[in-house]
């Protein structure tokens, strides 16, 4: 298996959480789904309704999802509808995410949001590449296939930075986290000087003072965390989300998931204006995260299996 690069690995292992559900929901919706063109509202029909996304609403939590993944919850408003796939990052041996995929882009969506950026989402290459070994790639392929508009849900990384750190946290404290994290992606024994060089890279770090030496760093964790660094008692939940908790790298996560969550539930508000049938494809803890605020905007959602 070809490995999929860095920065896509550490997003889809970004823990914004996981999610069991019978008949399938696009069935159950069916016969109320509106029957539209697969374009926007035609140009002289009435103003198309805006819709605000209440980010204040955006849950960040440190459990397991009530539903196990994947499933979809589809929301209604009027003729408007967002049927969210909530995902388990799978490859294609784990099937179930993949078929799920295929049922809701079968139902030809006027947009499908996935998780990737929107330079990913259409370099045909990048996403050709690894459709076999990730669902978001996998998403994009058969979207393109089927003629339905991709659009990325995710920050490029500068923007992400900028948005991780717009409240109580630095720049350094990001790069702290994503060190962790990026030490518990399988990479336990990388030097910490590599890792800070891909920082800088990935986020366009250029001032040298907001980058660590592997001191700084270790004196960084010890003072934030409130103990020493070990390579081997690194946990993954040392980077599950949690705006409460005692562990700082923790509530670094729970800054990132806000903002991805945010944007995330900004273009979706955005693609309703545009369009009345969207979907999209996503990890499952962040249809969680985003359901109280979605459902605030759209109504309850119904929550099931995707497919039969």
């Known amino acids: 298996m070809r490995l999929i690069p860095l920065a896509l690995t550490a997003l889809l292992l970004a823990p914004c959480r996981a999610e069991d559900g ?17 374009s ?15 980010a204040d609403k955006v849950e960040i939590f440190n459990s397991q999802n009530p539903t196990k993944p994947p499933y979809c919850a589809v929301y209604r408003d009027g003729n408007k509808s967002v049927v969210f796939l909530a995902a388990e990052h799978a490859n294609k041996e784990q099937q179930d995410s993949f078929e799920s995929v295929r049922h809701v882009l079968g139902a030809k969506p006027q947009l499908v949001i996935i998780e990737m950026t929107d ?25 393109d296939a089927l003629k339905i508009p991709v659009q990325g849900g ?7 930075l900028a948005a991780a750190t717009r409240g109580e946290f630095s720049v350094k404290d990001y790069e702290g986290f994503y060190i962790v994290r990026t030490l518990l ?24 003072a907001e980058l660590f030496s ?4 270790r004196d960084w964790y010890r003072e934030k965390n409130g103990r020493d660094f070990s390579r081997e008692q690194l946990e993954k939940s040392d980077t599950w989300p949690a705006k409460d908790a005692t562990l700082f790298t923790r509530r670094v996560a729970a800054a990132s998931c806000q903002a991805r969550d945010a944007r995330l539930g900004g273009l979706i508000a955005d693609a309703l204006g545009k369009y009345d049938r969207v979907a999209v494809v996503y990890g499952a803890g962040h249809q ?3 359901s109280r605020a979605l459902e605030a905007m759209l109504g309850k959602p119904v929550i099931g299996p995707c497919a039969p």
């Not at 008949?23 to 063109?37: C, H, I, N």
């Not at 926007?40 to 209440?54: C, D, E, I, W």
């Not at 592997?214 to 760093?217: D, R, S």
């Open 214 to 217: 592997e001191p700084e760093f």
């Open 288 to 290: 969680s995260e985003l």
């Open 185 to 208: 992606n399988d990479r336990r024994g990388e030097k910490i000087a590599t890792i800070v060089d891909e920082f800088k890279q990935e986020f366009g770090v250029k001032d040298p």
């Open 22 to 38: 019978a008949k399938t929901m696009l069935e159950r919706a069916k016969s109320t789904a509106p029957v539209a063109p697969a």
């Open 154 to 160: 995710e920050f490029v990384p500068a923007d992400e």
């Open 119 to 143: 330079a990913q989402a259409h370099d045909k290459s990048f996403v050709d590449q690894y459709a076999g070994e990730a669902e978001p790639h996998f998403t994009a392929q058969l979207a």
């Open 40 to 54: 926007a509202s035609p140009a002289g029909s009435a103003p198309a309704r805006r819709y605000s996304f209440p």
